[in-house]
């Protein structure tokens, strides 16, 4: 991929909208796939009371919206201020009581999981029906949109047509593969007791090709190795487990 493209694939820029400031992409085609649309704010006409609590609105209870489900609360259901990165907000904003918990949650997938993903980890893959694996290293692409995979060949694939994946762990027996559309992870699977123990070893995905009739698939598995790199590589399945639920919640909604 030239500079050009690769310049213009990240160029951002600053816009502001009735919740606030974000920094979206320049081009809306490379924005990330784990990102949320704002939502359509409930009219005030038709919200005379607080959605949570019931009370209702007049000179002194002033109405607010959550910036993440578009609902009217009062200002005791909607008094946090958090960031909310998957709709590219640059500072936090106003969040009823149930949204800011979730994005809470969704905080340590930017601050930890996604800097494991774009530092990348380096698995045996396997393509399609070959047997001969090939050492590659696999990383998130700087915009989130594409798994990108270096070694003796290059390969990029786009989030946006995979269909299909499946986590593997220590001890388990390839089976049937979780569509991502209702998307079961193994290590979500799994009592936290044993989520905790449990090593992630390696990933089959599946994914669409332009003009192909049938999808294509991809197996990453961890190295034999003792040293840092499958230790490294163990983090990037797990982290690639959490974005791939954002994924799903994403095509979901």
Not at 65 to 76: E, I, N, T, V
Not at 88 to 108: G, I, K, M, N, Y
Not at 167 to 192: N, R
Request: hydrophobic letters at 35%; a positive charge; proline letters at 5%.
């Amino acid at each position: 991929m030239s500079s050009g493209v690769a310049a213009r694939r990240d160029a951002k820029k600053l816009v502001r909208s009735p919740s606030g400031l974000r920094m979206v992409p320049e081009h809306r085609a490379f924005g990330s796939p784990f990102g949320l649309e704002e939502p359509q704010w409930v009219p005030d006409k038709e919200c005379p009371r607080c959605m949570q609590c019931d009370a209702k609105f007049d000179f002194i209870t002033r109405k607010h919206h959550c910036r993440r489900c578009g609902k009217c609360f009062c200002d005791r259901c909607c008094s946090q201020k958090v960031p909310l990165r998957r709709m590219c907000f640059v500072d936090p904003v106003r969040q009823c009581a149930e949204c800011a918990l979730v994005s809470h949650r969704e905080a340590e997938f930017y601050d930890k999981q996604l800097k494991v993903l774009l530092s990348g980890a380096t698995f045996l893959v396997t393509f399609g029906d070959s047997e001969k694996p090939e050492t590659m290293v696999c990383r998130l692409s700087n915009n989130q949109r594409c798994l990108i995979l270096d070694g003796d060949s290059h390969h990029e694939i786009e989030i946006a047509h995979v269909c299909t994946v499946q986590i593997l762990t220590e001890g388990f027996t390839p089976g049937v593969e979780k569509d991502i559309h209702t998307y079961t992870s193994l290590l979500g699977s799994l009592p936290a007791s044993e989520a905790g123990s449990t090593r992630a070893t390696g990933m089959f995905l599946q994914y669409t090709v332009p003009g192909a009739e049938a999808a294509t698939q991809l197996r990453l598995m961890a190295g034999e190795d003792a040293n840092g790199s499958k230790r490294q590589a163990a983090a990037w399945l797990v982290a690639m487990h959490k974005a791939t639920k954002l994924l799903y919640e994403s095509r979901d909604q």
